[in-house]
Each structure stands twice: as structure tokens, then as C-alpha cells.
């Protein structure tokens, strides 16, 4: 009896040591599961979010300028989505062109460039930039979609279909339609082209609010109130306003207006020969100008 109690104890101890170091290969399987190397994960942000649009390396040339744009901050105040049909007045370059539009491409919307009015009359310059901006954005389609051309001028038509566009874009541009005597037109146009609910952003040089306001905004800075005004005329409903381009060292009392200060940086009156002798020292340490930055609704 006792030999068969020694025996049962010594295979019961064979077995805990067999079940232990089974217990440990499980162990240092599993071990080796929870060191192992994991997955290489792409760098940069995810595609097609915000993020990869303004970081990506196309923006390569115009991401300095980001320092005093903003592009992430303002297009999030403005309420920017990826499935959204947005209609840019003016792009110009493309400066914003080369963010929304990738975006949108990769989120499902629609990107409308409602550049200059072409035609007779037509301003050299501006046909100019027209034919770049549609040979730069139209021919890779893997990046910027189907960019979509429209026109706004004083004597174009809509924008857009009615009441098919969810966010409308008038970045720093108000001051040359004031020039233009199409100010109005430009808020009643997005109004139309606009649906209920949508939104309309606006980036503005800013004028002090106890500055007489220049009808023809000659050096590019525009009160704000006189912009909620225009607004508010054409039935637009304010919805809140953000400092995110403001500049406190933009004393706006620049020889050639706002157009003194970078990017533009202009060292003679628009249309004249640089000027070599034109200390630009102080000008550039301003940086670029105080924006207003502004939200307004079509109403529901």
C-alpha cells in the first residue's frame, strides 16, 4: 500500500512537471505572440482626412503660408466635410483649391471653381490665371476629382444649380468685387446657389471699426460690420466670427494697402515697374494682414 502511495506521488509529480513545462511553452508561445514585431503603419495622416489634405506634398511650394492662413483652424470653423458640395468664388492660384478639392475628391463631394468671367472685355491678367488654374486642376483627377468650372463676374449667371451647394467661399476677395461694383451680386449669387442651412465662409482683410469705410475698399481693408451688412442684405443670417487670422500688428497704413504686406508684397502702386530702392524690411516682419474670419447661414 505504501509503495503504491509513493508510486501515485511520484507520477503525480511527473505530471506536474510535465503540465509546468507544458504550462510554460504556452507561456513562452505566447510570449512571443505579445513581442512580436506589429505592422508597419503608414506614415503621415490617414488619407482623405483634413489632415492629409493640408499636409500633403503637392502643397509643397504653399505651405509656408500656412503659418498665417491657417487653412486646418479656418476650413474646421467653417464646418467643412468631405461628402460636401462647395462652390470657391475666385480661387484664383488654387491657394485653397489644392486643399479642398483632394479632400473632397477622396470624401465623395463636389468642388465648383467659380473663377473669373471670361469673355470680351475681359481682363488679360485674369485669363491668364483662369488658364493656369484649369490646366493645373483639371488634368489629375487621381488628386483633385472632377473640379467642376463655373464663372462669377458682373454679368455671369448662377454659380451653381439653386439651392445645391452646401458651403459657399469668398476668401479675401470682397474688397476687389467692392472695386468691381459686384459686392451685392457675389452675396446674392452664393445665397441662391446656396441650400437652406448652408454656409457661407468669409476671409477679409479687416478695417478698424472707427475707420471710414472706402466704398471701393482701394487698400484692400473692409470693415466688418459693413460685411455682415452686405450679408444680412441678401438674407443671410450671422453665426459667429473667430480670430484665428487675426494679425495685431498690421498697422493697415501701408503705401500700396494691403497688398504692401506678403504674399504680394508690392514695392510700387499695382501696374507700375517694381521699386529696388522700397525698404521692404518692416513689412515682411508684419507678416500678412489682420483678417476678419466669419460664418454666416442661409436660413432653414
Not at 502511495?5 to 505579445?34: H, K, N, Y
Not at 505651405?63 to 483652424?73: L, N, Q, S, T, Y
Not at 507700375?272 to 500678412?288: C, L, N, Q, V
Request: negative net charge; proline residues 9%; hydrophobic residues 40%.
Amino acid at each position: 500500500m505504501a509503495e503504491r502511495t509513493q508510486a501515485g506521488r511520484s507520477f503525480a509529480s511527473r505530471r506536474g512537471v510535465l503540465s509546468g513545462g507544458a504550462a510554460l511553452l504556452v507561456l513562452s508561445g505566447c510570449g512571443r505572440e505579445r513581442t512580436a514585431e506589429p505592422p508597419p503603419q503608414p506614415d503621415g495622416p490617414p488619407k482623405g482626412s483634413l489632415e492629409w489634405a493640408v499636409a500633403g506634398p503637392w502643397r509643397a511650394q504653399d505651405r509656408a503660408r500656412d503659418a498665417w492662413r491657417h487653412p486646418m483652424e479656418t476650413l474646421r470653423f467653417f464646418g467643412l466635410q468631405p461628402h460636401m458640395t462647395v462652390v470657391d468664388f475666385w480661387p484664383g492660384s488654387g491657394w485653397w483649391t489644392e486643399i479642398v478639392a483632394p479632400y473632397l475628391a477622396e470624401g465623395g463631394g463636389r468642388y465648383i471653381a467659380a473663377g473669373f468671367q471670361t469673355g470680351p472685355g475681359a481682363d488679360p491678367a485674369q485669363t491668364q490665371l483662369t488658364a493656369a488654374f484649369q490646366k493645373r486642376f483639371t488634368t489629375d483627377r487621381r488628386l483633385y476629382g472632377d473640379v467642376e468650372l463655373s464663372e462669377f463676374g458682373p454679368s455671369s449667371g448662377p454659380v451653381a444649380p439653386a439651392g445645391t451647394v452646401d458651403m459657399a467661399l469668398f476668401m479675401r476677395s470682397i474688397h476687389a468685387w467692392m472695386a468691381a461694383g459686384i459686392a451685392e451680386k457675389a452675396f446674392a449669387d452664393a445665397y441662391a446657389a446656396l441650400r437652406p442651412g448652408g454656409v457661407l465662409g468669409v476671409e477679409q482683410h479687416r478695417l478698424e471699426p472707427d475707420k471710414d469705410q472706402d466704398p471701393t475698399a482701394a487698400n484692400g481693408y473692409v470693415q466688418e460690420a459693413f460685411v455682415k451688412q452686405l450679408a444680412a442684405e441678401a438674407g443671410f443670417v450671422f453665426v459667429a466670427a473667430s480670430e484665428i487670422n487675426a494679425n495685431e500688428r498690421d498697422t493697415k497704413d501701408h503705401p500700396f494697402g494691403a497688398e504692401t504686406l506678403p504674399p504680394m508684397g508690392l514695392t510700387a502702386p499695382r501696374g507700375s515697374p517694381p521699386d529696388p530702392t522700397f525698404d521692404r524690411s518692416k513689412y515682411d516682419e508684419i507678416g500678412e494682414s489682420d483678417r476678419m474670419t466669419l460664418r454666416f447661414r442661409k436660413p432653414e
